[in-house]
């Protein structure tokens, strides 16, 4: 049994206004996690981080990641950075937008869509535990504003040339934008924050679909409130928990700190009570 992990954080974009601060502490975070909780080897930890954070370099070591599992291996996939969305170029997504995650390079034509993401993800095979972790926003009710560097807390959420073509001209884009990482229907989201679904993963995203993910000011450093509330929730059982449980921690820690942002748990419900990081039996 192999125990892999990607982990992604970008806080310097190639783009004027939208650097981040805490996305590189909570790969470091992750990574402390990690090697001494749950037994990963650092050499089998790839992280991305700022400038290395390109789109070839993280949809190369997604692929890798996801592509290269055995039959009871352990992955663990963690982003954090900005999310966006994108009008939809195949028809797919009612909403008619993409979901996208925001490379150090990214390019609005052609950007890392859930399209990808998902179409990926499906090429897992039997037999291995993948969990992914989304410390980003999607939602297209979000801030638009760039706020400055020294706010208390930023919205993991960059708007595109298209939103700000919106606002200025007055028209609302139509649909209700959702979070494509989901496969979830809205109505079964609304119902609950965890939500049994038949994908290959267990996924963790940030906040709902009408909030956002906060990059924050929290315990001496900068942070996704996500992130850190995930690790201490970890480190105050000391990685005995379900996911089910993590979830529940998490959420109760993130609104301790007065936080709005509602984390979301998705997967099949085998998958979602069994122990984080645990292989699948």
């Known amino acids: ?15 004027p206004g939208a650097d981040l601060r805490g996305c590189v502490n909570d790969v470091v975070n992750m990574t402390n996690v990690l090697t001494q909780v749950y037994g990963f080897a650092k050499s089998d930890i790839v992280t991305l981080t700022d400038f290395g954070a390109t789109k070839k370099a993280m949809q190369a ?37 993409d979901e996208i995650l925001c490379p150090t390079d990214l390019d609005w034509k052609s950007p890392p869509t859930d399209d990808w993401l998902r179409a990926t993800f499906n090429r ?13 926003c999607h939602s297209g009710t979000n801030t638009r504003a760039l706020l400055p560097p020294d706010a208390p807390s930023i919205p993991r959420y960059l708007p595109n040339p298209w939103d ?36 290959p993963e267990v996924l963790v995203t940030g906040c709902r679909d009408t909030q956002t993910s906060a990059d924050a000011f929290i315990g001496g ?44 748990l998705e997967g099949r419900k085998t998958n979602l009570d069994l122990p984080f990081l645990s292989p699948i039996v």
């Open 164 to 199: 700000l073509m919106a606002v200025e001209s007055g028209r609302k884009l139509r649909g209700a934008v959702r979070v494509g990482m989901h496969t979830a229907s809205k109505a079964a989201r609304r119902r609950s924050d965890v939500v049994n679904v038949d994908i």
């Open 1 to 15: 049994m192999a125990k892999k992990a990607v982990l992604i954080g970008v806080n310097r974009y190639r783009m």
């Open 221 to 264: 450093s900068f942070n996704g409130a996500l992130t850190h509330s995930l690790v201490a929730a970890i480190k105050e059982k000391k990685g005995n928990l379900s996911y089910r449980d993590l979830h529940a921690l998490t959420k109760t820690k993130l609104a301790k700190g007065k936080f709005d942002q509602v984390p979301q």
């Open 124 to 136: 897992l095979k039997a037999g291995v535990s993948l969990t992914v972790v989304m410390d980003c």
């Open 61 to 97: 070591a997604i692929r890798a990641l996801v592509t290269g599992g055995r039959k009871g291996d352990v992955l663990y996939l963690h982003y954090s950075g900005h999310g966006a969305n994108v009008p939809d170029t195949n028809g797919d997504e009612a909403d008619g937008r």
